[in-house]
């Protein structure tokens, strides 16, 4: 049994370090499992998310963003924390050989990388949004494309992208993993959707708000 499946505890999705291209596991302090990644962390320039269109051609609404991520659940793992749908498809999107380009490694490397911002990207995708949803497997480089879009903020709107830091801090370099924001509950709490979630699935979470970093705001349809 793999040591991550011995702690229910949310996974670390930046802490880099690859040997041979394969995927390096550390135990952090405390109950948080850190996970390592092939993905370093320069971020996303803001003249490079500048390129991207301004507007969506087909416009979604953050009800059908959370429908699709919530269709999800239970989607599973594997015993080396991939295989997912979710892999397979960054694995075979030009999106992954820029983010390669950008910050090393190889397509070969997602095969098992922590998965939370390929779901997120996923849904993106799979509802024809991905300039307004924006399309990463680094979770820093995500939160700060949304920061450069002018689409970054505090409140937990649904069907908001939203970036955690487990050591409460709020920095976006610190962020460990992300998700959707089903609702606010209003006494401190978020319910979310995540993938990659410390069971290594696609579930549905209650999250308490001093662990996010921030949200990111796609430009959903009325």
């Known amino acids: 049994m793999f040591l991550h499946r011995l702690l229910d505890a949310p996974k670390n999705h930046l802490k880099a370090g690859v040997v041979g291209?394969?995927?390096?596991?550390?135990?952090?302090?405390?109950?948080?499992?850190?996970?390592?990644?092939?993905?370093?962390?320069?971020?996303?320039?803001?003249?490079?998310?500048?390129?991207?269109?301004?507007?969506?051609?087909?416009?979604?609404?953050?009800?059908?963003?959370?429908?699709?991520?919530?269709?999800?659940?239970g989607v599973s793992e594997n015993a080396y924390g991939g295989g997912t749908k979710f892999h397979q498809w960054y694995m075979s999107t030009e999106r992954a050989h820029e983010t390669v380009a950008r910050d090393g490694g190889s397509i070969a490397g997602f095969a098992n990388a922590p998965w939370c911002d390929m779901f997120v990207s996923w849904v993106g995708h799979q509802l024809g949004i991905e300039d307004t949803m924006g399309a990463d497997a680094y979770t820093v480089a995500h939160a700060k494309w949304f920061a450069?879009?002018?689409?970054?903020?505090?409140?937990?709107?649904?069907?908001?992208?939203?970036?955690?830091?487990?050591?409460?801090?709020?920095?976006?370099?610190?962020?460990?993993?992300?998700?959707?924001?089903?609702?606010d509950n209003g006494d401190g709490t978020i319910k979310t959707v995540e993938g990659n979630t410390g069971n290594g699935k696609v579930e549905v979470r209650e999250r308490p708000t001093y662990q996010v970093t921030g949200y990111g705001y796609p430009a959903y349809a009325a």
């Open 21 to 73: 291209g394969l995927i390096l596991a550390q135990v952090a302090t405390g109950a948080t499992m850190a996970y390592a990644s092939d993905l370093p962390r320069d971020p996303i320039t803001a003249a490079a998310a500048a390129e991207a269109p301004a507007t969506t051609a087909r416009q979604v609404s953050a009800n059908e963003v959370l429908r699709l991520a919530e269709s999800q659940v």
């Open 148 to 183: 450069s879009q002018n689409r970054w903020g505090a409140v937990p709107k649904p069907g908001a992208v939203v970036f955690f830091d487990w050591s409460g801090a709020k920095s976006v370099d610190g962020i460990d993993h992300v998700g959707f924001v089903v609702q």
